[in-house]
């Protein structure tokens, strides 16, 4: 079964960083593209970051620059390093796999399997 935990998230003031976490089990995760996305109470998903098996990364506008997605096959996870935060990076941060080994359509194609969640507020 699969099973992604994310954890790290947290009260930052703004221009400070976080690095979340995304915990993989139940599936063979080298073999898999793992995304990062984001949604606030009354807002569409949006996608951050996604990482596929061969560790090339692709990035939403709105964070490139400033976050930077990486994963460590031995420890199972994957990282979302999170710099230079704003006020409006405030939300739910979930990772997910599509069990495919690419990224391909990641920003538009609905992911099957989810986190639960892990809360960033950044203050200003």
């Known amino acids: 079964q699969v099973q992604l935990v994310e954890s790290g998230g947290g009260l930052v003031q703004s221009g400070r960083s976080l690095r979340l976490s995304c915990a993989a089990s139940?599936?063979?995760?080298?073999?898999?593209?793992i995304g990062w996305f984001r949604q606030a109470p009354g807002k569409e998903r949006e996608p951050v970051a996604c990482?596929?098996?061969?560790?090339?990364?692709m990035y939403a506008d709105s964070v490139k620059g400033r976050f930077t997605i990486s994963r460590d096959n031995a420890k199972k996870t994957v990282y979302l390093q999170m710099d230079v935060l704003r006020p409006e990076d405030t939300t739910v941060y979930y990772c997910a796999t599509d069990l495919q080994p690419t990224c391909a359509g990641w920003t538009v194609t609905p992911f099957r399997n989810w986190g639960q969640g892990t809360q960033v507020t950044v203050s200003s």
């Open positions: 139940g599936f063979t995760m080298d073999d898999y593209a």
């Open positions: 990482i596929n098996r061969w560790s090339k990364t």
